[in-house]
């Protein structure tokens, strides 16, 4: 089992409309989690943090549920520059130090 | 701005050529810096995380001689992909944490490999 799950997509969604997805990771023992976004060729760059109480930015409302290890990210109003690959990233302690755990990455086009 | 480089951004080298890729932090000091790979349409995995004054961690099936990394300075750690063919084509990012518990990841813009 992958460390860090996420369905592939893609998620082909109109203008507008409002999206879900969702990431589950195996390791009880992950300190933090993020949303990251990657779009073609380029690296990763930070969406948002999730913490347990859930949080929100703007359209975007991320949220947490340590028991059943799951992390979701709900995207309102879609725009045409949302498409791009969301990254559920999981951060664990092991053999004393962080590293960063990447999902395989959610593929969302934003049709017009 | 960027707070961490890499430079190449894209190299195109022959087969059985050593290529290295250099990671600098720009504005913080990094004792810890992580190596990705990423293949088409497939996610980051993480390589090796290299450490300032001590040899670097590879993650399972990833060949030390083959990947070398020299963290050679608190804010430079460079990645050597020796005697690369073919199979080793693809996208190296760097990242650097910043903060006690790693919690800020900044990622390098990324080095494009292709082995003819």
């Known amino acids: 089992r992958k460390e860090v799950e996420q369905d592939p997509g893609p998620f082909n969604v109109p203008e507008g409309a409002t999206v879900a997805f969702n990431c589950t990771y195996s390791?009880?023992?992950?300190?933090?989690f993020f949303w990251y976004r990657q779009d073609c060729r380029k690296e990763p760059k930070l969406l948002m943090s999730?913490?347990?109480s859930g949080n929100e930015d703007g359209r975007f409302t991320a949220q947490l549920n340590r028991a059943s290890q799951y992390i979701s990210l709900l995207i309102r109003d879609s725009k045409l520059s949302d498409s791009a690959t969301y990254l559920c990233?999981?951060?664990?302690?092991?053999?004393?130090?962080?590293?960063?755990?990447f999902g395989t990455g959610t593929r969302l086009k934003v049709l017009a | 701005g960027a707070v961490v480089s890499q430079h190449p951004s894209w190299v195109i080298c022959k087969s059985g050529t050593s290529v290295k890729i250099e990671c600098r932090s720009l504005?913080?000091?990094?004792?810890?810096m992580f190596w990705y790979r990423q293949f088409p349409k497939q996610s980051l995995m993480l390589m090796a995380t290299?450490?300032?004054?001590?040899?670097?961690?590879?993650e399972q099936g990833v060949e030390k001689d083959k990947f070398l990394i020299n963290h050679a300075s608190l804010t430079l750690s460079t990645l050597t992909v020796t005697s690369a063919h073919p199979e080793d084509s693809s996208f190296y990012i760097c990242?650097?944490?910043?903060?006690?518990?790693?919690?800020?990841?900044?990622f390098g813009p990324g080095t494009r490999l292709t082995v003819l």
């Open positions: 999730v913490y347990s």
């Open positions: 990242s650097a944490p910043r903060g006690a518990m790693g919690n800020e990841q900044f």
């Open positions: 290299s450490n300032e004054g001590s040899k670097a961690t590879y």
């Open positions: 504005d913080f000091q990094a004792t810890t």
């Open positions: 990233v999981v951060n664990m302690r092991t053999s004393g130090t962080y590293k960063y755990i």
């Open positions: 390791n009880s023992a992950s300190q933090s």
